[in-house]
């Protein structure tokens, strides 16, 4: 197991502007997968990326994994005000998750 | 609707006191994890069971216990509650699929007065 570190910390944005979150990891990994949790809430898996793809879109999400560097970077385009959460990364090899802090992500109106 | 339901939402426990909690799915999973969380904070892996009679340590497995009692079940037991248990703890469960992610519950909100 190992456990992804998200970058920024936290992030405020205007409604309708574009958010990038980042990730870090330290070794291998089979996929890497990206989680959304609401204040007081679960987490809620939003997408995976297996490790030999590179890009992958959901709606309005856009994940990249750049294996080479360890790293992947989330974006989710045209933020709504639903869209305040925090946000994890899940670099995954032996499915054992370890989750990092995440990056608070808060849409201002 | 299929998911991961976990009882009791809340709890509050005073110190010594021992409980259980539960945790459920229905989508078939083989694997199934118990996680905490502490404001602020990731969640930090507890025990997990890859299958039905299989359970694993996590990062912070002292003063918890588990049980896998069926496919669908997987418990949670503090035996001797602590304040350093004051938590929010979640479930989840997890396909055997590799193309496919965690399945997590609401949560137990527990406080250890």
């Known amino acids: 197991s190992q456990q992804g570190e998200e970058d920024p910390q936290a992030l405020s944005i205007q409604e309708g502007e574009n958010a990038t979150m980042n990730c870090s990891y330290k070794t291998s990994i089979n996929n890497l997968q990206w989680y959304r949790q609401n204040s007081g809430r679960g987490l809620v898996h939003l997408i995976l990326i297996r490790s030999n793809e590179r890009e992958k879109h959901s709606g309005r999400l856009r994940v990249t994994l750049d294996t080479s560097k360890k790293s992947s970077s989330l974006l989710i385009t045209a933020s709504r005000a639903a869209d305040t959460a925090s946000y994890f990364c899940?670099?995954?090899?032996?499915?054992?998750?370890?989750f990092g802090k995440g990056t608070r992500l808060h849409i201002l109106p | 609707n299929a998911g991961v339901t976990q009882t009791p939402k809340f709890q509050v426990l005073k110190t010594g006191q021992s409980m259980t909690l539960q945790c459920a799915q229905d989508?078939?999973?083989?694997?199934m994890y118990w996680y905490r969380q502490d404001p602020g904070m990731g969640l930090r892996l507890i025990y997990y069971?890859?299958?039905?009679?299989?359970?694993d340590k996590g990062e912070v497995p002292n003063g918890y216990n588990v049980s896998r009692l069926n496919k669908r079940e997987f418990s949670l037991r503090l035996e001797s509650a602590a304040p350093s248990q004051t938590s929010v703890y979640f479930c989840a469960s997890r396909s055997d699929s590799h193309f496919y992610g965690y399945t997590f519950g609401s949560g137990t909100r527990l406080t250890v007065v």
């Open positions: 899940a670099p995954n090899r032996d499915d054992k998750i370890i």
């Open positions: 989508m078939n999973h083989n694997s």
């Open positions: 069971s890859a299958s039905e009679g299989t359970t």
